[in-house]
């Protein structure tokens, strides 16, 4: 790997690589991942243009678990404000010998502009961009997915909620699609469905009930009112009534399926707190296997295991 800018176009088999690389890195009787010098004397700059509580904290920590020196860019505080261009600002800290660069970004397509942009020895990962993709959030998903069910091919799986401004749930798609999942539904009002999303190998519901029959795996999806024109905007209240997972909707899922969330959660909104603190919930687990990813993406992007292949979309 060169980059890890996205999950479309990336084979199966290199997923799965992922995804064992990080759970060889997973502690057995630990709370914590030891600490390792796969990268010791590289540089990771993270450069977070979008605010972030668990993406930016475990790349860091991933990092700091390998070893590496790690930066943490502070956006409002740099240059950028009087005038200097991203370019400008990315040559200055290539400048200083970094290493890889963790991007998170409101544009779509900024960090394949980036990648596009630096020397050959520097590499790029996409912490989230605009509504495009979130790749590193999906492969945890998948790990902590795998963790619990082991095998995908038997999988029914449901993402539920703001499916067309939602980065993570196209990165949940591609991720999978290429696993092998059985069935992936998308579950959301007619208003938060991308137009042509069946042609991504999806089903399409409008009705969580209908939608949640039998499944096995439940990713609940945060309203991006960010990302919204207030046209768009439904009342919270509104929203809950007809699209938030409460405790008598898991009457209709497999008995053993997992509730998952990416976060930050909206608690009586996309969610009923009991369902994101009950027994089936695994979304703390996604954010302590968020480390391990993080840590197994890092190492095989600047470990050059497969030199020159570049993680993005063909
Ligand atoms: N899941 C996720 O990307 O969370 P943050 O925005 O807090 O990083």
Do not use: W
């Amino acid at each position: 790997l060169k980059h890890f800018l996205g999950i479309e176009g990336l084979s199966r088999e290199l997923l799965v690589e992922i995804l064992d690389t990080a759970a060889s890195l997973m502690p057995v009787n630990e709370k914590a991942v030891k600490k390792l010098p796969l990268l010791r004397g590289k540089t990771i700059v993270n450069l977070f243009f979008e605010p972030s509580t668990r993406t930016r904290t475990t790349f860091e920590l991933a990092a700091k678990r390998l070893s590496a020196d790690v930066l943490n860019f502070n956006i409002n505080a740099s240059s950028s404000s009087k005038g200097e261009t991203l370019l400008d600002m990315l040559n200055n800290l290539e400048a200083m010998q970094c290493d890889m660069f963790v991007v998170r970004h409101d544009q779509a397509g900024a960090p394949f502009f980036m990648a596009q942009h630096v020397p050959p020895h520097i590499s790029i990962v996409n912490a989230g961009d605009g509504r495009h993709e979130h790749p590193t959030q999906a492969m945890l998903d998948m790990f902590t997915i795998r963790q619990h069910k082991g095998d995908f091919s038997q999988l029914r799986v449901a993402i539920i909620g703001d499916i067309l401004h939602s980065r993570v749930a196209r990165s949940q798609i591609f991720a999978l699609t290429t696993l092998g999942a059985a069935e992936v539904r998308v579950i959301a009002p007619f208003t938060l469905i991308p137009k042509g999303i069946e042609n991504m190998g999806v089903t399409v519901f409008n009705r969580l009930k209908a939608g949640l029959k039998d499944v096995d795996v439940v990713m609940m999806l945060r309203i991006q009112r960010e990302r919204m024109r207030s046209a768009l905007l439904p009342s919270e209240h509104e929203y809950f009534q007809y699209y938030g997972l409460t405790e008598d909707l898991l009457m209709e899922v497999h008995p053993d399926a997992i509730v998952m969330h990416p976060g930050p959660i909206n608690r009586g909104v996309e969610i009923e707190s009991s369902v994101a603190d009950g027994a089936r919930s695994v979304i703390l687990q996604q954010v302590t296997n968020g480390i391990a990813v993080r840590m197994a993406i890092m190492a095989m992007v600047l470990g050059r295991g497969h030199e020159g292949q570049s993680c993005h979309s063909s």
